[in-house]
C-alpha cells in the first residue's frame, strides 16, 4: 500500500545529439547499423508476456534496399487477435491496481533506457527499417519517445491532481479509474515515438492494450517492445500483435469488452473504424473512447514582406525532410506574386545542393520513401502534373525504384489553387505551389481554408505584424498546430501539443493531459461526516406564530 505523496523526477526534453563526424554517438550507431544489417533476425508477435511464431514468415528489408533482408516477422491470424484480448483482459485486473507510482517507474525506466543503452539500437533499427536519417531517427526513435514517457507520467500525476473543492462537513474526491475493458492500438511506420506512445498512453493510465504496428515498421516495433519487456512492463499489459488490418479490426471492434481505439494513420481508414464501432455501439460494456490523428494538407502562406532564405529554408525543410512522410509536412505553398521569381531562385539553388540515397550514408538528406505502393501514387501524380496544363514541374520529378523506392524531392507549380495536388493528401516528397496575386490576399486566405478538408499544421510566413495577426485569426481552423515565420513540423512533447481538427483526427494532443484524460474513467466520492437526522430542511418548518 503507498504511504505518501510522490513527487516524480522533472520531466524535460531529452536533448538532441548532433552525431557530427568524429562524436561518440555517430561512431556508436554506424557500429549499431553494421550489427543489424550483418543479421537476419525473426521477431515473434509477444503475446501475455510469451514470444508467439507461426508457420507464416514476412520478410523485412529496407525501403531503400530493397535486395538486402533484415529478417522475417511472424505473421498471426484471427486466433493471435482473440489470444491478445484475453492475455489483456486477464492482466487487466492485477495492473489497474498496482499503485501509481510503479507504473510510472516502467516508463521512467524505458525512457532512460531509450535514451542510454537502446539509443543507437532505435535508432538504427529506424533508420533501416523505415530509411531514416540518422538526424530524423534521433529526433524521433530516441529523443521524442523518451519524451512521450517522461512527459506521460507527468500528465498522469496532474490529472490524480484534479480534484475537486469539499465544503464543510463533507470531503469529495475523484477516482481516475482505467476504462472498462481493453484499448486498441493502431500505429503507423512515420514516427516510432509515435508506435511506441499509443499504447503506452493508456497504459500509464491502468488500462491495457492490444497493439498492431504498420507492416512498414515491425523492425523498430520489435526494439519498442524489447525496451518495454527490460523497463518491467508485466505480461499481457502490451499485446503486440502483427496480422492484417482487416483480420485484426475484425475480431477487436466486436468485442464486448472493447473499450477505446487510440489511432495514427489515414483520414479513410479512421473514418471506417468510426462506422464500425457505431454499427457495432450495442455489442460493448461501454461507450469506446475513440482517439486518433489522421491526414493532413500542410500549409504555408507567405506574405510580400517575408524574407526568401527563410521561407526556402523552412518549405526544403518542412517539405522533404523524412521524404514528406510527416503528418505535419508542408504540402502546399501561397506565395504572393511580387516574391516569386526570388524564392524561385533562392528554392532551386538550395535543392541543387539536396543529396538523396540510403540513411547509411550520413550526408543524404533525402532517402526511400516507405514502399512500392507510396512510390506508384506519389509518380503517378508527377506524371499526371508534367501533362496538365494547369500544372507544371519545376523541381525535381525523378522517380527509381531499381534498387530502392527513390523520389526526387519535387515542386510542382500550380497555375489554379484547386489543382489536384493541391487538395489531396499525397504523404511524399512532392510540394505544390501557387503563386498569388498580391492585391488577393484576402481572397487566398479564403481558397487555403476551402481548399482541403484538414486541419493539422499551417505556417504564416511574414514581417509584417498585422498581418500575421490578421492571417492567424482567419485560419483559426485551418490547423490544429499554427506556426509563425517557422516551417509547420517537428512539435516537441511538453512544448507543442500535437493534434488537428476536421479531417485530420480528434485534437487530442499527444503526449499531453487531453490525450491522457481519454484514457480514463473518472469515479467522484463524497463522504458526509455527520449525516443527517431529520429528513426535513430548513424550509418545510412552520412559521413561528
Known sequence: MSKGFFNVPVAKNEPVLSYAPGSPERAEV?????????KEVELPMVIGG??????????????????HTLGYYNQGDASHVEMAIDAAIDARKEWAELPWQHRASIFLKAADLLAGPYRAKINAATMLGQSKNVFQAEIDAACELADFYRFGVKAMIDIYKMQPESAPGIWNYNEFRPLEGFVFALTPFNFTSIAGNLPVAPVMMGNVSVWKPSKTAVYSAGVIMEVLREAGLPDGVINLVFASGPVVANEVLTHPDFAGIHFTGSTGVFQGIWKTIGDNIFKYKTYPRIVGETGGKDFIFADNTVKAPELATAIVRGAFEYQGQKCSAASRVYVPKSIWAKLKQQLGDVLATVKMGPPED???????????????????????????KDAEVIFGGKCDKSAGYFIEPTVILAKKPDYVTMQEELFGPVLTIYVYADEKMDETLDILDETSPYGLTGAVFSQNRYNIEKITKRLTNAAGNFYINDKPTGAVVGQQPFGGARGSGTNDKAGSVF??????????IKETFVPATNYLYPSFLPDEV
Open 50 to 67: 510469451k514470444e508467439v511464431y507461426t508457420d507464416r514468415k514476412v520478410r523485412m528489408f529496407p525501403p531503400h534496399e530493397i535486395s
Open 515 to 524: 490525450n491522457f484524460l481519454r484514457w480514463v474513467s473518472i469515479r467522484t
Open 30 to 38: 554506424k557500429k549499431m547499423i553494421e550489427e543489424l544489417r550483418s
Open 362 to 388: 550520413f550526408t543524404n538528406f533525402v532517402n526511400a520513401v516507405i514502399d512500392e505502393t507510396s512510390f506508384d501514387k506519389l509518380k503517378g501524380f508527377i506524371d499526371r502534373a508534367r501533362e496538365d
